[in-house]
Structure formats: C-alpha cells, structure tokens
C-alpha cells in the first residue's frame, strides 16, 4: 500500500464531471489498483476514488488515474509532504459473528423467504475486493447478490454497491441486482439502499432456525 500526503486538486470526468480544489490530502494506492482521495474528515468514505481494475500513469505533478470504462480520476500535484509504500501482505479477510454466519447458512437453504423460484449459485462469491454473501438467480434468471448483516447500517449498502459495481462488468452475469438482508436495518441504510436500487430484507433469525416463541396459542 502506498500511502501520499500531499497539495492537490483532483478533477473526475466519466458519468459526470467533478473538481476538488486544491487542498491538503491522503491519496492511498491499494496493491488491487484503487486509487482513493482522503481529507481528513468524513469517516471512512473517500471524497473520490477510482475502483479497479484501472491504470495509474504518473508524471512529475501530476498522476492519471483511468479505468476500461473510459472513466478519469486526473489529480494535480502542488506539493508533496509525505510518500511512503509499506507491504501489507495477504489479509485474512473478516470473520463474520456467528449470527452473520449462520443467518448466510440458514437463507442459503430458505431462498423462498426472497422469492419463489430463485435458486443459489454459491455462498462466499468470490470478487476482487472480498466475497459476496450469496449469489444466487431469481426467478427470471437474473444474478442477485445479497449481503447479509446482523445490523444493518451504512456501511454495510455501501459494501454491496462496491461489489455490484464489480460484478456488472462480467457480461455473463449482468444484469446483477442487490439485496441488503439482516435482522435489522436503520433507516439512514434503507434510504442510502432504496437510492443505490438495492432491495431491503429483514430476516428474522428465529424464525430461520424453526424456534417457536414461547406463551403462543400455535
């Protein structure tokens, strides 16, 4: 991973065009190729980044960043502060709780509770940026990815759109769709969802385990 601090403007040009006026930045170049624009500010999500696979061409003051889509991330060097690379290695990836676990094990066999008809393709769908929950195919043959939470927030949709936007470049599985499944999901999640066209599924983890509630008459 390299990591640069530095004087910049950044200027993107693709679906639509943006500029970042020259400002002091973290501008981070992962080992998969994402070139990702930080200020040091707003959490984790980066002002601009540019996913792979895509292209850096470096040039005194100046990096272009591009992808196959034609898509441009140009960033604009003043002044360099910082520029340094440490290898990180192979990450183990995260382990998921064992309600997350199990609620994949349990929807991978109840894959009614989505629809009638779907069928599953494979849990822990490999992508370049980690594994997809499931993949499976609804009843019109189309791919859906689903993500699966014990609570689902921000992070998590923010999560599945990243995989989506990889898994629509493959031709043979575009169209994809996405659904964010768990227990429970808060409404900042569901609207951030509803604008990406990502489907939201509240599971319910007892019910999946076939436990009946206690003082029910049936």
Not at 118 to 127: A, I, S
Not at 199 to 214: D, Q
Request: hydrophobic content about 40%.
């Amino acid at each position: 991973m390299r990591l640069v601090i530095a004087r910049c403007s950044v200027d993107y040009v693709g679906r639509l065009t943006a500029h970042l006026p020259e400002a002091l930045r973290l501008l981070i170049v992962k080992a998969d190729g994402s070139v990702l624009v930080h200020s040091d500010g707003g959490s984790y999500k980066p002002l601009n980044w540019m996913s792979p696979p895509c292209r850096l061409t470096e040039e005194p003051g100046k990096w272009s960043v591009t992808n196959k889509g034609g898509e441009t991330l140009a960033i604009t060097l003043t002044e360099v502060i910082s520029d340094t690379s440490v290898e990180l290695g192979i990450d183990p990836g995260l382990k998921k709780d064992g309600v997350e676990a199990h609620l994949q094990e349990l929807l991978a066999v109840q894959l009614d509770l989505l629809g009638d008809g779907w069928r599953l393709v494979r849990r822990e769908y490999p992508t370049p940026i980690g594994p997809v929950d499931i993949m499976c195919r609804n009843e019109a043959g189309e791919s859906v990815a689903v993500e699966i939470k014990r609570r689902g927030e921000i992070d998590g949709v923010e999560q599945l759109t990243r995989y989506l936007e990889l898994l629509n470049r493959d031709p043979l599985l575009a169209p994809v769709h996405g659904i964010f499944a768990a227990q429970e999901i808060k409404p900042q999640a569901r609207t951030l969802a509803a604008d990406r066209g990502i489907r939201c599924v509240t599971l319910n983890y007892e019910a999946m385990r076939g436990v009946i509630p206690e003082n029910t008459l049936f």
